[in-house]
Nanobody
Framework: VQLQASGGGLVQAGGSLRLSCAASGSISNIDAMGWYRQAPGKQRELVAVLGSGGITTYADSAKGRFTISRDTAKNTLYLEMNSLKPEDTAVYYC?????????WGQGTKVTVSS
């Protein structure tokens, strides 16, 4: 499984971005997919996860502002981010879970200016 994240960039506070994560390879084995982020000097943290059956889980910081979705026809995972705050600045990573392990994308940087 290969994951390619994109869509990051520089945005002003209050703005929006949509991140994409294109999956290729043995994608039929992918069960859950999610977005994580890592801010400078901090540990990587969960942002949102889309599990089997369409069950979503959001970090408290993301609830009400971010929406995770998946287009199975395009093999792509999305993260729609609205009302962005400077504290959302981080490198965002997509992750795919298969029965034999976990795969990570390369990360896409999001910078929110105040």
């Amino acid at each position: 499984v290969q994951l390619q994240a994109s869509g990051g960039g520089l945005v002003q506070a209050g703005g929006s971005l949509r991140l994409s994560c294109a999956a290729s390879g043995s994608i039929s084995n992918i069960d859950a997919m999610g977005w994580y982020r890592q801010a400078p000097g901090k540990q990587r943290e969960l942002v949102a996860v889309l599990g089997s059956g369409g069950i979503t889980t959001y970090a408290d910081s993301a609830k009400g502002r971010f929406t995770i979705s998946r287009d199975t026809a395009k093999n792509t995972l999305y993260l729609e981010m609205n009302s962005l705050k400077p504290e959302d600045t981080a490198v965002y990573y997509c992750r795919g879970v298969v029965p034999t392990g976990v795969y990570w994308g390369q990360g896409t940087k999001v910078t929110v200016s105040s």
